[in-house]
Each structure stands twice: as C-alpha cells, then as structure tokens.
C-alpha cells in the first residue's frame, strides 16, 4: 500500500431517497455544500456550430428544403442523413442549410458530434441524451440514470417544441435512433455510412459525392482570393482532380498556396502527384486525397507549427482549447542557474502565464489559416477527424517515443490539474488525496470564480476528461483514478451515472494493477455512492463491503469505521431497516472513539431517520437531540437543521405540536439561506402536517404546495415524500 485512507469521502450521512442519492454531507474531511437553487428559466439552446464557406451545393440544398416542406404539410417531423466520404463537406453543407432555419424553429438547437471516427470510440447515446435533456432546462438531479428512461423524458420534453437536432458523425441508427426527439421539428444526421436502418423512422437519404471540376476550381479560388486561377486555369483543374473534388483537400491545398502569394499552381501541381503516388498503395475510401494534401502542408509548415500540430494528435478528444495546446509544447523550467529542474512531480501553474503561451497562440492561428484546425464553440479548436489520424500519424513518424510521452504526460496533467482545481473550488473543505503529477510544466486552464463555474468546466471537459482517464490506464495508471477521484462533485451534484460508473470501474482497476489500496478504497466508497444513486442497492453494498474488508486488513480503524455509516444507507435503502440501524449504532459508537466525532453525529441523525420510519418517535428525538448538539458543536449548521427537522417530526408524531413547531420554522430558515431543496421540502412537508393538526387547511395548502414544488426542483417529484405530499394536498378541501 502506498498510503492510508484515513476514511476517504468515506462517511455519507443522510437518508437516501427517491432515484437519486440525497447526498449533502460527504465525510472524511469533506463537506459539500447543499445544492444551489434551480437555474431559471433557460434560454434556448443554440449549438450549432457556425457555419463555413460552401460551393455550390444549391442541388442538395434545395433536395433537403423540400424535404422538410413536405414533412410540415403533413404535420411530420424532418429526419435527413447526408452520407458521403470523409472529407467531402457533409458537415458543413448540413450547417449551412440548418443555420437559415432558426426564424422557424425558434425553440432552439442542439448539436452533438457522435464519435464515429473518434480514437475513445462512438459516443454512448444515453451521454448525449443527458447533455440535451440539460441544455433543454432539466435539473441534473432530474435527469434519468438509464437510456430508456433519458430517452423517454427527451421525447417527452421536445414533444411540443420546434427544434433543430444536428447529429454529426454518426456510426449506425442504433445509435441515432434514441436521439431523435418527439416533436414536428428538424433532425439531420451526418455519417461516412449511408443509415438505411433510419428508413423505418421515415428517414430521407442525401449521399453527397465530391465537387464537380469547375465547383472545385470556384472553392480554390475562393480560398486564394487572389488571380491565380484565372491566370492559370488548366493548373487550377488539375489541381482540384488531385484533391478529387474533396472541399478539405481543396481548401487545405489552398490555404498553403494563399500563405505563398508568388507560388504558381504548377508547382503545387506537381508536388501533389508525387504525392498521390507515394499514397496510392495506401488508399482507402479516397483518402488519400486529403492525405498527399495535408502532407504537403505539414512539410512547408514552421518547424514549432509543425511540432505543436502533431503534438496535438495525440489528444485523445475531439476539441480542446488553448491550454492543452500550451501544456502540449510547455517545456520543463530550467533550476536555478540555468540547470537542469528537480526532479520529481511539478507542481501546476496557470496556462495563461506560462512561458511561450503567445506563440503557443499564434501557432494555432497559423494552423487555422492552413485549414488544419476549425473552431469549435467558445473558443475552442477542434480537427476533422482525417486530419487528427494525419497529425498522430505524423507523431508517431517524427517524435520520439519518449517525447510524445512526455507531452501525452503534460496533456494528461493539465486535465488532472484543472479537475482537481474545481474540485478544490467546489468544496475547498474536501482533503483530496495527494495527486501524482508528471515532471511538467503542469498547467491549469481558469475557469471562472465560484463553484457553478467549476463545474461547468468539469461538464464541459468530461468526454475529454473520460478519454484521458481511459488512455491513461496504461501510461500513467496513477492519473485514472485521481481523475475519477477529481470528478466527486460533478458526479455528485450532476448525476452523470454513466461516466460516473465507468470512471470509477477504470479507477479501481488502475488502483489494483498498482496495489494502491488506498485509491482501491476511495475509488469503491465513491464508486459505491454513484450505485446509490443508480438505485442498485445491493452492488453498493458489497463495494462498500469490500472497502471495509480493505480497510481493516490495512489497520484502519477510522476508514473502516466511517463505512459503517455508508453500510447503513445501503441497508436502509434495501428496506431493511433493523440491518442499517445496527450499523449506524456501530458508527455512532465507534467514530468517535477513532477521532471523528461529528462523522458519530451524521450517525445519530442517521438513527433518527430510521427510528422515525419505524414508528418510534420518542427514539428518534433521542437520537436527533444528541445529533443537533454534536452537530452544532461542530459548526455544521447544515446538518444541524437537517437534525432539528427530525426532533421536530418526532415532536408531531408524539402529539407535540408547539414543540415541533419550535424546531422546524428556525431549521426552515437556515435551510431556505442554503437553498438546500430537498431539505427544505421535507421540512415544509413537516409544517404542513403540523398545519392539518391544528385544521388550517389554507396554511397547510400553502405549504403542500411549496413543498411539491421544491420536491420538484431537487429532482425527488416522485420520491415517498413528494406522492405522500401530492396525496394529501389532493385531499384538503378547496378554499
């Protein structure tokens, strides 16, 4: 073992209801702050990405309008699939024709590129599903753990919008199919397959073939923006049935010759045939067209443009943003004197202030202008997929080994780095485990001020964050599961089930192939909260088994101690609630004799809970009393009100109600300054029973409501407490 767990995250308290785990205080030197209130109301989404130059596509233009005129007579929704080579222009004629239908389909667009060609794989549909169902307003707490249930919410929710859906790069209608939403709107599908599994959708074929000569020639001469084509125009034809009628190829030909204004098109010409045949053996599907181009480009590229293009292959994402271009080229700081740095983990630096991140800069302007790099959203860089498998081609023929491990090493370090930053800035009382950097530079990426900007970055980043977790599980297997490690609060407050799963299952078992018990056990506890919250009881339960067993084997008494608690919760949501209350007795026994006496407070009011739901109230105000002073002792007002909420509930469930009442409306207050919702909610359920018992149907009315709503927003509509609150609204005579 390389180090003790002193517990990890490793002491949840609180009941755990509904589909999700109510999880507002994590212990093992941890504490999350209760959820933020619902966002308002969001504007539509708009993600498309913007549109580029097309050449007389005016043909399929026209094919997909009267397509869609023809589905809205009939009151149908739109589904096109343009199919073609790589590189042939099926994104951007997709754009460029879905980009003049905003006026008409005012309620947003949604954007998802579905990985056919990326080097992790095809995106998992339930992922993207997610991503909209957020950017179409729904709570990250509301969203569904399963495909089914996400697909079946999406549909729902789009049912009566009008909206546009671009699904790019797609690898199969299985893969489509779950993606295309409810209502009479536009959805086009991009993919180097023609989809006829789509047709029972009602899916329109479009199979886009290369440019004609003369439509080539016009893209050429667009793209000089210069009189070179008219003054040689066999060479401009010759040209473009090099790049065989390919708008990539042409355009990346193009740029090259645009950054050398006295260049004749002859000699382009002819390096290009050399080219094509040193390529011709190697030909698939017509790309080596785009390949003779792109290396030509590369060869006349500065040699730093060069190095950062190719160092840049080895991303494993789709997109990325300045600073992995900086990590990417950074370079180790010299010692004092100018001699070689220390040696040993760097510690992480801000990108912006790196040394060189201008010229980092600069260079990827240059490698916009050769056409090998587009934007992305939000000032972003993304490849198309044939140029990314040129750059890593090109890594792999001109670095060496050890270099493209260093820089994949820098890469893999910024993410952690930045992770682990918004983890910090989330939950700055969080201990984090000591993190594994490379010799650097490890640079950091700002993200903005505050924990919602944190996150945010976290969401942003998680399809790159999961490949580099994964890529990393050979190279550098410390990084996979401190990334799953760094990703605790995204996971926890944005209920990404599916990754958080499958980073945990990569963290365990990067974890064991290095014998780290203590990320072996980190990496359960955690994992085994996500499997709370997926509502499969039982596998949590033996993940947290197995941490205990791991902990006591190690000789430590706290960590073990602190899974008596998460014990206890699996227990309680299996039904078996004299199993959890034996467990929490365990934890509220032994916790402070191991030196976490609060953690023995999370007990007690664990205890409450359970006493309360076995009908024993005046246990429950035992326990919740001896909760509320350990817990204010403490400091910890939140739990505190949460404990307060309990002894009040007991009070009312004894026939107490000034007493009860004199423990729930001051534990409303700090709750409602904590815009901790469910807590809230349950304690407006609270006040609106103590509401009946005195018959004022109108306050109790008034505090169903509220209550129903706030059930609403923390994701728990259809939680035992939100039925039971619905049915007794339901019940109360109308004023």
Same mark, same amino acid.
């Given at each position: 073992?390389?180090?003790?767990?002193?517990?990890?995250?490793?002491?949840?308290?609180?009941?755990?209801?509904?589909?999700?785990?109510?999880?507002?205080?994590?212990?093992?030197?941890?504490?999350?702050?209760?959820?933020?209130?619902?966002?308002?109301?969001?504007?539509?989404?708009?993600?498309?990405?913007?549109?580029?130059?097309?050449?007389?596509?005016?043909?399929?233009?026209?094919?997909?309008?009267?397509? !869609?005129? !023809?589905?809205?007579?009939?009151?149908?929704?739109?589904?096109?699939?343009?199919?073609?080579?790589?590189?042939?222009?099926?994104?951007?004629?997709?754009?460029?024709?879905?980009?003049?239908?905003?006026?008409?389909?005012?309620?947003?667009?949604?954007?998802?590129?579905?990985?056919?060609?990326?080097?992790?794989?095809?995106?998992?549909?339930?992922?993207?599903?997610?991503?909209?169902?957020?950017?179409?307003?729904?709570?990250?707490?509301?969203?569904?753990?399963?495909?089914?249930?996400?697909?079946?919410?999406?549909?729902?929710?789009?049912?009566?919008?009008?909206?546009?859906?671009?699904?790019?790069?797609?690898?199969?209608?299985?893969?489509?199919?779950?993606?295309?939403?409810?209502?009479?709107?536009?959805?086009?599908?991009?993919?180097?397959?023609?989809?006829?599994?789509?047709?029972? =959708?009602?899916?329109?074929?479009?199979?886009?073939?290369?440019?004609?000569?003369?439509?080539?020639?016009?893209?050429?001469?667009?793209?000089?923006?210069?009189?070179?084509?008219?003054?040689?125009?066999?060479?401009?034809?010759?040209?473009?049935?090099?790049?065989?009628?390919?708008?990539?190829?042409?355009?990346?030909?193009?740029?090259?010759?645009?950054?050398?204004?006295?260049?004749?098109?002859?000699?382009?010409?002819?390096?290009?045939?050399?080219?094509?045949?040193?390529?011709?053996?190697?030909?698939?599907?017509?790309?080596?067209?785009?390949?003779?181009?792109?290396?030509?480009?590369?060869?006349?590229?500065?040699?730093?443009?060069?190095?950062?293009?190719?160092?840049?292959?080895?991303?494993?994402?789709?997109?990325?943003?300045?600073?992995?271009?900086?990590?990417?080229?950074?370079?180790?700081?010299?010692?004092?004197?100018?001699?070689?740095?220390?040696?040993?983990?760097?510690?992480?630096?801000?990108?912006?202030?790196?040394?060189?991140?201008?010229?980092?800069?600069?260079?990827?302007?240059?490698?916009?202008?050769?056409?090998?790099?587009?934007?992305?959203?939000?000032?972003?860089?993304?490849?198309? =997929?044939?140029?990314?498998?040129?750059?890593?081609?090109?890594?792999?023929?001109?670095?060496?080994?050890?270099?493209?491990?260093?820089?994949?090493?820098?890469?893999?370090?910024?993410?952690?780095?930045?992770?682990?930053?918004?983890?910090?800035?989330?939950?700055?009382?969080?201990?984090?485990?000591?993190?594994?950097?490379?010799?650097?530079?490890?640079?950091?990426?700002?993200?903005?001020?505050?924990?919602?900007?944190?996150?945010?970055?976290?969401?942003?980043?998680?399809?790159?964050?999961?490949?580099?977790?994964?890529?990393?599980?050979?190279?550098?297997?410390?990084?996979?599961?401190?990334?799953?490690?760094?990703?605790?609060?995204?996971?926890?407050?944005?209920?990404?089930?599916?990754?958080?799963?499958?980073?945990?299952?990569?963290?365990?078992?990067?974890?064991?192939?290095?014998?780290?018990?203590?990320?072996?056990?980190?990496?359960?506890?955690?994992?085994?909260?996500?499997?709370?919250?997926?509502?499969?009881?039982?596998?949590?339960?033996?993940?947290?088994?197995?941490?205990?067993?791991?902990?006591?084997?190690?000789?430590?008494?706290?960590?073990?101690?602190?899974?008596?608690?998460?014990?206890?919760?699996?227990?309680?949501?299996?039904?078996?609630? =004299?199993?959890?209350?034996?467990?929490?007795?365990?934890?509220?026994?032994?916790?402070?004799?191991?030196?976490?006496?609060?953690?023995?407070?999370?007990?007690?009011?664990?205890?409450?809970?359970?006493?309360?739901?076995?009908?024993?109230?005046?246990?429950?105000?035992?326990?919740?009393?001896?909760?509320?002073?350990?817990?204010?002792?403490?400091?910890?007002?939140?739990?505190?009100?949460?404990?307060?909420?309990?002894?009040?509930?007991?009070?009312?469930?004894?026939?107490?109600? =000034?007493?009860?009442?004199?423990?729930?409306?001051?534990?409303?207050?700090?709750?409602?300054?904590?815009?901790?919702?469910?807590?809230?909610?349950?304690?407006?359920?609270?006040?609106?029973?103590?509401?009946?018992?005195?018959?004022?149907?109108?306050?109790?009315?008034?505090?169903?409501?509220?209550?129903?709503?706030?059930?609403?927003?923390?994701?728990?509509?259809?939680?035992?407490?939100?039925?039971?609150?619905?049915?007794?609204?339901?019940?109360?005579?109308?004023?």
């Amino acid at each position: 073992m390389r180090g003790q767990e002193q517990g990890g995250r490793n002491e949840l308290s609180g009941t755990v209801h509904g589909p999700a785990v109510q999880a507002q205080t994590v212990h093992g030197g941890i504490h999350i702050q209760p959820p933020t209130p619902p966002p308002p109301t969001p504007r539509p989404p708009w993600q498309l990405p913007p549109p580029t130059r097309i050449t007389d596509r005016t043909t399929e233009l026209d094919l997909l309008e009267r397509q !869609r005129r !023809r589905a809205g007579h009939t009151g149908h929704r739109t589904l096109v699939a343009v199919s073609g080579l790589g590189g042939v222009g099926k994104t951007a004629l997709t754009l460029a024709w879905l980009h003049t239908l905003r006026a008409d389909f005012p309620d947003g667009q949604l954007y998802a590129d579905l990985g056919a060609q990326s080097p992790g794989g095809p995106t998992d549909p339930s992922e993207v599903i997610g991503r909209f169902l957020r950017a179409l307003g729904v709570p990250a707490a509301q969203v569904p753990a399963g495909l089914a249930e996400r697909a079946a919410l999406y549909r729902s929710l789009t049912s009566e919008l009008r909206l546009v859906v671009l699904l790019d790069d797609a690898a199969s209608a299985a893969q489509v199919r779950p993606l295309l939403p409810g209502g009479a709107g536009v959805t086009a599908v991009t993919s180097r397959w023609r989809m006829p599994g789509l047709t029972v =959708d009602g899916c329109h074929s479009v199979q886009l073939e290369p440019l004609g000569v003369d439509e080539a020639v016009e893209l050429l001469a667009a793209t000089l923006a210069d009189d070179r084509v008219d003054a040689q125009p066999e060479q401009a034809r010759a040209l473009v049935e090099l790049c065989a009628g390919l708008p990539l190829a042409v355009r990346v030909a193009g740029a090259r010759l645009a950054a050398r204004p006295r260049r004749g098109i002859t000699t382009m010409v002819r390096a290009l045939t050399e080219e094509h045949d040193r390529l011709e053996g190697l030909a698939i599907d017509g790309d080596h067209n785009v390949r003779a181009a792109l290396d030509l480009t590369y060869q006349e590229l500065p040699p730093d443009a060069a190095r950062l293009y190719r160092l840049l292959g080895l991303h494993p994402g789709t997109e990325f943003g300045d600073a992995v271009a900086i990590a990417a080229l950074a370079r180790p700081a010299p010692g004092p004197g100018g001699t070689a740095a220390p040696p040993g983990p760097a510690r992480p630096a801000p990108a912006a202030a790196a040394p060189g991140a201008a010229r980092t800069r600069a260079l990827l302007d240059l490698l916009h202008e050769a056409n090998l790099l587009t934007d992305a959203e939000e000032d972003r860089h993304r490849f198309h =997929d044939l140029v990314r498998l040129h750059a890593a081609a090109k890594a792999a023929q001109d670095e060496p080994p050890w270099e493209r491990a260093a820089a994949l090493r820098r890469i893999a370090d910024h993410y952690l780095a930045t992770a682990t930053a918004a983890e910090w800035a989330v939950d700055p009382q969080h201990r984090t485990l000591p993190r594994d950097h490379g010799p650097g530079p490890v640079l950091t990426e700002e993200f903005g001020a505050g924990p919602e900007a944190a996150l945010d970055w976290q969401e942003r980043e998680l399809p790159n964050l999961m490949a580099v977790l994964r890529i990393a599980r050979t190279a550098f297997p410390p990084v996979t599961w401190q990334l799953a490690d760094a990703l605790w609060p995204l996971f926890l407050r944005r209920k990404f089930y599916a990754e958080w799963r499958a980073a945990h299952d990569e963290g365990l078992a990067a974890a064991e192939g290095l014998g780290d018990t203590a990320a072996q056990c980190r990496m359960l506890t955690s994992g085994g909260v996500g499997e709370l919250g997926m509502g499969c009881h039982e596998r949590a339960l033996a993940m947290f088994e197995r941490a205990a067993r791991q902990f006591r084997s190690d000789g430590n008494a706290l960590g073990h101690a602190r899974t008596l608690n998460y014990r206890g919760l699996a227990h309680q949501r299996l039904g078996r609630l =004299d199993e959890a209350a034996r467990y929490f007795t365990r934890a509220a026994e032994s916790l402070p004799g191991v030196g976490d006496v609060r953690a023995g407070g999370l007990a007690r009011l664990n205890l409450a809970d359970v006493a309360l739901a076995r009908r024993r109230p005046t246990e429950a105000a035992r326990h919740a009393t001896a909760a509320h002073a350990t817990l204010r002792e403490a400091g910890d007002t939140y739990n505190a009100a949460r404990a307060s909420v309990l002894l009040g509930r007991a009070h009312l469930a004894r026939d107490e109600p =000034d007493l009860a009442e004199t423990h729930l409306t001051p534990a409303l207050t700090t709750l409602r300054t904590m815009s901790a919702a469910y807590e809230t909610a349950r304690t407006l359920h609270a006040l609106a029973e103590l509401a009946e018992h005195r018959d004022d149907p109108a306050t109790a009315r008034t505090r169903y409501a509220e209550a129903l709503t706030l059930y609403e927003s923390a994701g728990r509509a259809t939680s035992p407490g939100a039925r039971t609150a619905r049915s007794r609204l339901e019940s109360l005579p109308e004023q």
